[in-house]
């Protein structure tokens, strides 16, 4: 009996590491280089890190979607990626965040406007 107990309490203690280890992100942050691409980071309570690039050239276009689940209407930001042969057609899509506060991403009434660096420089 104590020998299931204990390896029952070992199991979850394990599902629990794993799960803080590859599931639970910390923080998040996007980097938009107009020129370049898009740079994704998702730092986990673990302390391990994951930064993903997308290049300009394979993005075809960044949208916020949405999604039925449950009883609610969840609002996500995702890049849309082409297709290499045909440049018309979405091979893709890219989830950016994966852990928004409550599944929603929150958008001013103004909507969202990106600015150039170089309009601000000069």
């Known amino acids: 009996n104590t020998a299931v107990l204990s390896s029952a309490i070992l199991l979850t203690l394990a599902g629990m590491m794993l799960h803080i280890h590859f599931v639970k992100v910390d923080h998040e942050s996007l980097l938009v ?17 994951v930064t993903t690039f997308i290049e300009m050239s394979k993005i075809k276009d960044i949208v916020i979607n949405e999604a039925v689940y449950l009883h609610q ?50």
Do not use: M, W
Request: with cysteine; charged share 20%; hydrophobic share 35%.
């Open 33 to 49: 280089i107009g020129s370049l691409g898009i740079q994704v980071s998702s730092s986990y309570a673990s302390g391990r890190e």
């Open 73 to 122: 209407i969840i609002y996500y930001l995702c890049v849309l990626l082409k297709e290499p042969s045909e440049p018309n057609e979405v091979s893709s899509v890219v989830t950016l965040f994966q852990d928004f506060p409550d599944g929603r991403i929150i958008v001013p009434p103004g909507g969202v406007k990106l600015k150039n660096q170089r309009e601000e420089e000069a």
